[in-house]
Each structure stands twice: as C-alpha cells, then as structure tokens.
C-alpha cells in the first residue's frame, strides 16, 4: 500500500486573520494534523478553550465542540479541572487500550524487567504484507523480546516495525527500552485490529516461557495504522495461566 505524508496545512490562524472566524471544522483540522504531524506529541497538553478560541478569533463554543469530537474519536483525553492532551494510547469505539506491558506487571506488585532476545532489519515476509496491506515487500525492523515479572517469564513480544512509517526506529536502542513502551510514546495511531487465540508452546516458547512443549497459552495479536500507513505488528503470547480482563 502506497503512502505518502502531507504536511500539515497552512496555519489556520493566519487564513481565519483574512477569512474571519474559524469553523470548527477548520480547527478540528488543524488540531489533527498537529498531533499526526508530530507537532504535539503523545501527552502534550493543549491550550486552554479560551485561548484556543482568541487565537482563532471564534467562540468558545466553537472550540469547545472540535476539541470533544476529536476526544470521542480517541485522539485527544478531556479531564475537567486538568485541561486537554493528546491521548497517550488513542482509543477507538468498543474500545481496548493498548497497555504498557511494564504497567501490567508493576500492577501485579512484581518487579519488572525486560530482555532484546532478537533483532534483524529484514524485507517483509509475505504473511506481514497480507495482513498489513503492504502493495510490495518493505524494510521492516524485527524484535523478539521478554518480558518478565520478578524472575517468573511473563511475555514473549513478536514485534514488526515498519521502517516506511517509522525510520527512526532503526536509531533506537532496544536493548534499553522495549518496543511497546517506545511506540506508544513516539507515534499516535489511527486504526487498530486485536485478536486473541489459544495456542501451544513449541519448543522456542516452552523454552522462553519456562513451559512445557505443547502447553496451552494464551495468545493476543494486534496491528495498527497511522491513515493509511501500517506502523506496526506485534505477536504477544503469554505465561501459562494467563487472564486478560477489560471493561467498557
């Protein structure tokens, strides 16, 4: 799948100066295109209603109604009291989050720690480019990495990055900080498919997993899209026993 990244449009303050009051269609836009654009990263904190709406030369009102629909589309998270920010992990409707495997483990009340058992910059097999949408084979960067909860093995992460998307993945010491907690604070994203299966250890996961061969585990893939451009795949199979709660 062919991508190419237009940058973010010409300032709308400037164009609202000549053309008057902003839409909040105009500024919905713009908030969009600066936190895909990179120009307010996962986390930042957004200028108040107020501010926003003189910067513009709008109503409240106008701001106010851009800024909730982009929280309803899980770009943005809206606390009263404590202002806007640009969602750490985007949600989308029938929601799940995507969680910082170090979070999960720390809320068991177990140190955390992590291991790089792999690493290879390598064309994409075909299988990755069927479920990603990619028109023709890409360079992409491959992880295999563990995660474990004290000393007790707690996830095996199976991890494709695409370098089209993402090329400054190849900078990044994996060795230090894992994939997931990198790219959730490195790139927001659009779109997500999850699912989850049973599978059995074979011997690589026995051995990783400290399991035996043929041992039932539980198994969670996801892949997720900025637009149109894949980001990444990730295979996340976990210790024998495991459970995965949500709410909604």
Not at 214 to 219: A, C, E, H, M, Y
Request: charged content about 30%; some cysteine.
């Amino acid at each position: 799948m062919a991508f190419s990244y237009a940058p973010p449009k010409q300032d709308r303050r400037e164009a609202g100066q000549a053309m008057g009051q902003a839409t909040y269609r105009e500024i919905k836009d713009e908030v969009r295109d600066k936190v895909r654009g990179g120009v307010w990263r996962p986390g930042h904190e957004l200028p108040t209603e107020h501010e926003i709406a003189a910067q513009y030369g709008c109503a409240r009102a106008t701001v106010n109604r851009a800024l909730r629909e982009l929280a309803e589309e899980g770009l943005l998270e809206r606390k009263r009291k404590s202002g806007t920010r640009v969602r750490a992990s985007p949600l989308r409707q029938a929601r799940f989050d995507i969680p910082l495997v170090r979070g999960e483990i720390e809320a068991l009340g177990e140190p955390y720690r992590y291991r790089l058992l792999e690493r290879a910059e390598t064309q994409a097999p075909g299988w990755l480019c069927a479920r990603m949408g990619l028109a023709a084979p890409v360079q992409v960067l491959h992880l295999r990495c563990l995660h474990h909860a004290g000393d007790t093995p707690y996830q095996v992460e199976d991890r494709w990055i695409n370098l089209v998307t993402l090329p400054r993945a190849r900078d990044v010491d994996f060795t230090k900080l894992g994939p997931n907690e990198w790219l959730i604070g490195a790139i927001p994203f659009t779109d997500v498919d999850i699912s989850f299966s049973a599978t059995a250890a074979d011997a690589r996961l026995a051995q990783e997993l400290s399991c035996a061969v043929g041992d039932p585990l539980f198994q969670g893939e996801r892949s997720t899209w900025l637009e149109a451009a894949p980001v990444t795949y990730v295979r996340m199979v976990f210790r024998r026993g495991h459970r995965m709660t949500t709410r909604y």
